[in-house]
């Protein structure tokens, strides 16, 4: 491994904006999981404190609601700017701080530069439907108006993009927001949010007024100050990424005080390989969506439901495959599979790895610890493969950890039903070149997931579409298409321009 010096490190830091003297204190250890160095000791905002921030918050949205949407968007432009000239250092955060290789530290970065060239774009397209009225003179129209303060409560897997993904919407829907980073990733939420802090000193030196304080805010502490957002009415919008057992907690909360709701919760995400795939392709697949970011991602595939007629010959592919990946220091550019992001989450691994056994699975390759010699406090995992005899209830269970389960079908209706039968509802997929078997997993009767792909993996969204699940997944979409609706209110408008009173449905009154 070629260490980075903590000199170095501390310089990367800096260069993102981070000044650790500054954020020190004895509440949060922010440890590598790497190696598991500790990487910085930080202050905890005590949850006293919030009313407030979240006062702050309501100031700056009675001013940033008046800002012409266009305006709001040169702000995430800047932003996005400042993103690309720091990807670097903020990717390398990101890796040391989570564990991800150098390549998808840098496609996190790089996933929050893009949302900021949507939402750029999206600034002059916030516009609702003109609507024909069943009166004379009449005219109805809709209108999307800010909502108000947005907080964003993110999880550690993708401590960047996701706040990005919400905040810049957010911004130029006329949002302020407070950003809550995970315990587990405060400084990857730091690097990504103090580029935001950069361009909004580079556009308030442009627009002066129209950049009010309290417009971004971070938070760091734990589930107090969580809970703090969660339960204050002046939030209009909770956006949480998390377990469902976060959701359970989060979801009814906002509810009771009639708030809205962003949940992006658990994912037990599964690919159907039919006889009419191409299997080296769906094996490329298969390897990146398994164990990508040592497959502690929402959209990591879990289930591997194949045709028996292809499954020996797709399992001869995937275990030569497997064998050859590269497990180690992720910082290593030749590196494929980093560590897990702490010992209970290697714990979890091994409790579900020994549940499939007692329920009747048997273990293909990997599960064991590794080089436990070279990091003994880096929990790194041989990714393993488990063949199952049926979708059992470990199988049903979301295991955050490089576990692919494989379950074998005779009939497409039976493996879309597998697909189905599953409490998570994020992300699925099928490879196939048989079009009548695309279009019938593509159907209302196909696939119950947010997201149905055909000849790619479950994981690696593009920022264009809405990302989100149904079922336990929390049935909420953040992200591209027209999430951003979900940041304002709608009201629709009847305007009158006519000299008379007519009544709909013909009512006729005095």
Known sequence: MTELPSADFSAVLQRCGIELPALRGTDLSVRSPIDGAELARLAALPAAAMPAVIDAATRAFKQWRLVPAPVRGELVRLWGEELRRAKADIGQVISREVGKIVQEGLGEVQEAVDICEFALGLSRQLHGKTIVSERPGHRIMEQYHPLGPVAVITAFNFPGAVFAWNAALALVCGNPVIFKPSEKAPLSGLATFKALERAIAQFTARFGEHAPEGLAQIVLGGSDVAE???????????????????????????????????????????????????????????????????????????????????????????????????????????????????????????????????????????????????????????????????????????????????????????????????????????????????????????????????????????????????????????????????????????????????????????
């Open 228 to 510: 703090a957002l969660v339960d204050s009415p002046q939030i209009a919008l909770v956006s949480a990424t998390g377990s469902t057992r976060m959701g359970r907690a989060v979801g009814p909360k906002v509810a009771s005080r009639f708030g809205k709701r962003i949940l992006e919760l658990g994912g037990n995400n599964a690919m159907l390989v039919t006889p009419a795939a191409d299997l080296d392709l769906a094996v490329r697949a298969i390897v990146f969506s398994a164990v990508g970011t040592a497959g502690q991602r929402c959209t990591s595939l879990r289930r591997l439901i194949v045709h028996r007629d292809v499954k020996q010959a797709l399992l001869d592919k995937l275990l030569k495959a497997y064998a050859s990946l590269r497990i180690g220091d992720p910082l290593q550019p030749a590196t494929l599979v980093g560590p897990l992001i702490d010992e209970a989450a290697f714990k979890a691994l091994q409790d579900s790895i020994a549940q499939a056994e007692q329920q009747g699975g048997k273990l293909l390759c990997g599960g064991q610890r590794v080089l436990a010699d070279q990091f003994p406090q880096g929990f790194y995992v041989a990714p393993a493969i488990m063949d199952m005899p049926a979708q059992t209830a470990i199988v049903k269970h979301e295991t955050f950890g490089p576990l692919l389960y494989v379950l074998s079908y005779e009939e497409l209706e039976q493996a879309i039903a597998c697909n189905n039968d599953v409490p998570q509802g994020l992300s699925s997929c099928i490879f196939s070149n048989d079009l009548r078997e695309v279009e019938s997993f593509l159907s209302a009767a196909g696939s119950d997931c947010g997201m149905a792909n055909v000849n790619i993996g479950p994981s690696g969204a593009e920022i264009g579409g809405a990302f989100g699940g149904e079922k336990e997944t929390g049935g909420d979409r953040e992200s591209g298409s027209d999430a951003w609706k979900q940041y304002m209110r709608r009201t629709t408008n009847t305007i009158n321009y006519s000299r008379e009173l007519p009544l709909a449905q013909g009512i006729q009154f005095g």
